[in-house]
């Protein structure tokens, strides 16, 4: 007869979710994680796998719920700069304030360890980046359609600097970093960017 989950699985991986965000995936070890679950070892291992593939999960779990419709949000919002700012100001406070202050983000504080040697969380790492850098090139676009951007800038390039300004909030923020000097330096990315007129 098969053994019958007496738990949500989804429960069990929203908490470690917030676990190795709060934490650190690299630094919890499998005794925090029964302890934050109630599940013993065994239960873990044989629904999630191994402490990597449990990683990967928690994840992709996070890029789904607290990623993508970020992203999703940003890449239809058609005003440009000011979308932009805006997202940048709303992670800010994210980040310095509330409930998940100075927890950065679990997919940054991912990238910033070894945690990327298994395959699929190299992969979920590469879909949100992927993801953050869509949306702001479509936010570039709308800001070049409504003539806010310099002659020649490189939206492509761009683009990339927005992401990795991003992650920069993210790790600066976790590190105890004050959000007024992380919005000034998303002030001065943007700067670069525009026209005269829209300084």
Known sequence: MPDVKHFDPDVVLDRVVRLFWQRGADTTGITDIVGTTGLSRSSLYATFGDKARLHAAALGRYLEQQSRPVFDA????????PAIAAFFERLVTARCSGEHARWGCLVTNT??????DLPEIRDILDRHHDALHAAMRAALEAARAAGQLRAGLDLEAAAEALALQAYAVNLRSRAGAEAAGLLAGVRAVLDGFTTTEER
């Open 74 to 81: 940003l890449a239809a919002d058609t005003r440009g700069l």
């Open 111 to 116: 990238h910033a360890t070894a945690g990327g």
